[in-house]
């Protein structure tokens, strides 16, 4: 990892926010371009606000991944405007780096520009750059802590569905859920894909984007269990929490009218 993006992960490691004009730039954008987007250009609908709990730590997110825009579309949703007043709401992002902030090995010009989105922008809006093909749950850890103290936002199968289907859950999550022991909220999206697919890179109109946040997740039964003393096993059992999730997100459907 060069110095640069270890500076980007350090800046966005931290546990507050940091309120300033960078963060007043950012956030402003972010409004605006939710505004254009999911309300001029596209309609967007959404049910169980009430499932939103009422602190800003140890909240973790869960949401079915189909597009870049997924996390955009639902934090502005739900928290616009709140967190203007009261920026501690603002969640942390679990980011895939390459996508955000572009590859530090990188020269092409997209991971040059990219890398200063990441530093400038993405960071004021915490985003936290993820290393998403690493195999190890060491860097997990990392984000156990950030979780303590914040509302994030993550993705249990780690990367968008190219079928339109769910995959199976990442034993990261799964480790984060065991060892900080979130509320965990389950949403399912539908539409973002629309608007935005897998290789767009021009949002589209006149879309629906529906949103469906779920109520706590239990998983009293796994959490009692002792951990497995194997890592192979630990690794299975993480995956397991985590598919108990992926699951819960699928079952949620809309309310019939």
């Not at 270890?6 to 507050?16: A, F, L, N, P």
């Not at 020269?107 to 936290?128: P, Q």
Request: proline share 6%.
């Amino acid at each position: 990892m060069t110095k640069e993006a270890d500076s980007v992960e350090q800046k966005s490691m931290s546990t507050g926010v940091k309120v300033g004009i960078g963060f007043g730039i950012a956030v402003g954008v972010a409004a605006i371009a939710s505004f254009v987007i999911f309300r001029m250009l596209n309609r967007i609908k959404v049910e169980g606000l009430e499932n939103i709990p009422a602190g800003h730590q140890n909240v973790l997110y869960c949401l079915n991944h189909t597009s870049l825009l997924d996390n955009f579309a639902f934090e502005t949703t739900v928290y616009m405007p709140k967190l203007l007043f009261e920026p501690e709401y603002l969640p942390v992002n679990l980011a895939d780096r390459k996508n955000f902030f572009g590859d530090p090995q990188s020269r092409k010009l997209k991971d040059r520009v990219l890398r200063i989105l990441g530093k400038h922008f993405f960071s004021h809006l915490r985003a936290y750059p993820v290393d998403r093909n690493r195999g190890d749950l060491e860097q997990v850890d990392k984000w156990i802590e950030l979780l303590k103290d914040n509302i994030v936002v993550v993705f249990p199968e780690g990367t968008r569905t190219r079928s339109g289907k769910m995959g199976r859950g990442k034993p990261g999550v799964g480790k984060m859920i065991y060892m900080a022991r979130p509320t965990v909220i389950p949403v399912r999206m539908s539409g973002v894909n629309d608007i935005l697919a897998v290789g767009k890179i021009i949002p589209r109109a006149f879309q629906t984007v529906n949103i469906i946040i779920g109520k706590p997740v239990q998983l009293d039964d796994l959490l009692d269990r002792p951990l497995p003393e194997d890592l192979q096993q630990q690794k299975a059992f993480f995956a397991e929490i985590s598919d108990r999730v992926v699951d819960v997100i699928k079952s949620l459907k809309p309310q019939k009218t």
